[in-house]
C-alpha cells in the first residue's frame, strides 16, 4: 500500500464529494471518510503509540492503526493492507461495527474532521512495527485501557477515546 497524498471528501451521510490533498483537507478542515481498526486477542486489545513524527497527535496512545481509503478504494481492504504496513500484522477476520463524525483542532493548527469507520478483528500475529508510524505498541485488557483512559484522556487521540466505548460494548455483547 502507498503512502496517501489525497483524501476523499464525503458529507455527514458518507457521500463521496471528492478528493483533496491530505494535508490541505486537515489545514481547512474539510470532512473526509477515514477508518480505525482494534485488533484484539482473547481479552487484550493491541495500542501503539503514534510516532512522535507523525504530522499531529505524535507520541499519544491510539487504536491498532488508522488511516484514510483511497478513491474507489474498499474501506476494508484499505484497513487490511494499512494494519499491515503500520504494524506487520494481518487480521484473521476484519468487521465493521460503527461510524462516526468528529471534529478535533490541534495545537499545530491542524483540523482532524473525519467520517471514521471502526473495525475490530483478531490477530494471532506479533506486530513488527513501521519506526515512521509506530512509536511503541502493547496489549493491555480492556478494562485496564478503559481505566486509563478514564484517569489519563491527555494519553490518548481524540478519535480513540471516541471509538472505544461502541468497541467495548460491541466486545461485552459478542462474547
Known sequence: MKER??????????RVKGREDKMEAHVRGFLHRAFSVFIFR???????????SKYHCGGL???TCCSHP??????EEAARERLYREMGIRADRLEEIH???YRAEFPNGLIEYEYDHVFVGESGDEPVPHPCEVEDWRWIRIEDLMKEV???????????ITALKPVADYLRLSC
Do not use: K, S
Request: aromatic share 12%.
Open 70 to 75: 483511497g478513491l474507489g478504494e474498499d474501506i
Open 150 to 160: 478514564e484517569e489519563q484522556p491527555e494519553l490518548f487521540t481524540p478519535w480513540f
Open 42 to 52: 482473547g481479552d487484550r486489545i493491541l495500542l501503539q503509540r503514534r510516532a512522535v
Open 99 to 101: 461510524a462516526f463524525v
Open 5 to 14: 497524498n489525497e483524501v476523499v471528501l464525503v458529507d455527514m451521510a458518507d
Open 61 to 63: 496512545w491510539t487504536n
